[in-house]
């Protein structure tokens, strides 16, 4: 099946720092890649559409200028959460289409103190 | 009334039994339909993929799809402990649609 890396696995940051996560679809070309955010037993939130080639699309309440997206080729997208705060502390999960199902990463911890 | 409806359970069962998962959906432009197996702190996993209404099967899993009662459901046969993690179901329109998760049901199988 397609597989969707993401890195890093998990990362601990201070308040007031930018943290970058790749996301990337290993064996398949993705046009469209999506960024999720999930907390503990709740389930999956979208966050932001990202499409190669262009500006992504985000969600009602996710600021953009605060979760930078980036999708720079068909197999690689990255989301940057700048100046990061507690408040985000959050499981973040990409997931990349193919054959009109998505395929997910496995996920990025962000821990910030 | 939310798109999609999952209860969210918890669900316990005993090693060996049959496991029935459902969700239920208001829009009727839904024609592809996905359940999604997700373990703690890891991103889900595609399990089941199905197009318009009827079963499929593969291996311990069956997914069904009845379009004209907007319900589908997600059967695991000889349940493991290993099964035990949250199912995600999901659809999504046709063209670029964005998909649409139920909230997942955690399931637990007890040795």
């Known amino acids: 099946g397609a597989v969707v890396s993401q890195h890093p696995s998990w990362v601990i940051c201070k308040s007031g720092t930018s943290v970058k996560i790749e996301c990337r679809s290993l064996?398949?070309?993705?046009?469209?890649m999506f960024w999720y955010r999930q907390f503990p037993k709740q389930s999956l939130m979208l966050m932001a559409t990202?499409?190669?080639?262009?500006?992504?699309?985000?969600e009602q309440g996710v600021e953009k200028d605060k979760f930078l997206i980036n999708h720079a080729s068909l197999t690689l997208s990255t989301l940057t959460v700048t100046s990061a705060h507690p408040e985000d502390s959050s499981f973040y999960i990409c997931s990349a289409e193919g054959d009109m199902a998505l395929y997910f990463g496995p996920g990025t911890r962000l821990t910030v103190l | 009334q939310k798109e999609v409806e999952q209860d969210p359970g918890p669900l316990s069962v005993p090693e060996g039994a049959i496991v029935s998962l459902n969700c239920t959906y208001s829009n009727s432009a839904f024609q592809y339909f996905m359940w999604y197996r997700q373990y703690s702190r890891k991103g889900p996993e595609l399990l089941m993929y199905?197009?318009?209404?009827g079963n499929k099967e593969d291996g311990r899993f069956t997914a069904q799809v009845d379009k004209s009662s907007k319900y589908i459901s997600l059967f695991i046969r000889d349940s493991q402990p290993s099964d035990s993690a949250t199912y995600l179901c999901?659809?999504?329109?046709?063209?670029?649609?964005?998909?649409?998760f139920g909230k997942g049901t955690r399931l637990s199988v007890i040795a």
């Open positions: 990202s499409n190669e080639g262009s500006k992504a699309t985000y």
């Open positions: 064996d398949f070309q993705a046009t469209t």
């Open positions: 199905t197009y318009s209404s």
């Open positions: 999901a659809m999504r329109g046709s063209g670029n649609t964005p998909l649409v």
